[in-house]
């Protein structure tokens, strides 16, 4: 049985997406569509990062040995594998930025409606940055991934996320995820 690949990342992703849609049409009459389209789209963000860092890139891994996965994070910036991974014409590094943006933009648009978007939104930054961390020590840990730690994943997806945050400050004005917000009775 096949538990790796683009394939399964591809359905993955389709069907984190129709949750994420269950969820925006469950939740937009008692949120507004802004707010239910930037919360549906924070989760289905954060279920493909995790399908992209930690299902394996191949359908045919098989069992990576305990004694063959690394011992420890690699703590070489910038190291030697940024250039041995492409899509589209993008390296691994651009990719890891890119991966984190769309959760970034979907974090301040979510947050955005509540009076204390102001205490949220730097929270749920630093909530990205651990669940980045998390993602790494997770390919750290579990060999049949067959993933590696590395520190410069870890800096990468900060940056996406900082510049996916930023993104959503812009937007936010736009948007306008408060126009959903209920008066108080």
């Known amino acids: ?31 507004g569509t802004a707010s239910a389209v930037s919360i549906g789209g924070l989760c289905w963000s954060l279920a493909a990062i995790a399908l992209v860092t930690l299902v394996p890139t191949r359908p045919d891994v098989g069992v990576v040995p305990a004694e063959g996965r690394s011992e420890s994070c690699s703590w070489d910036y910038g190291g030697p594998t940024g250039a041995a ?6 390296d691994q590094r651009a990719l890891n930025v ?4 769309p959760a970034g933009v979907f974090l301040v648009l979510a947050v955005g409606r509540w009076r204390s978007a102001l205490v949220l939104a730097p929270v749920g930054l630093g909530l990205l940055a651990a669940y980045s961390l998390a993602i790494e020590l997770v390919q750290l840990q579990l060999a049949r991934l067959d993933r ?38």
């Open 1 to 31: 049985m096949s538990t790796g690949g683009a394939g399964v990342m591809v359905l993955g992703g389709l069907v984190a997406g129709a949750l994420a849609v269950l969820l925006v049409l469950a939740t937009r009459r008692r949120l």
């Open 85 to 90: 991974f492409e899509v589209l014409g993008l």
């Open 98 to 101: 890119l991966l984190f943006v």
């Open 148 to 185: 590696a730690c590395d520190v410069t994943d870890l800096v990468d997806n900060v940056l996406g996320a900082g510049i996916g945050f930023l993104l959503g400050l812009a937007l936010l004005p736009a948007v306008r995820p408060w126009r959903g917000r209920r008066a108080p009775h």
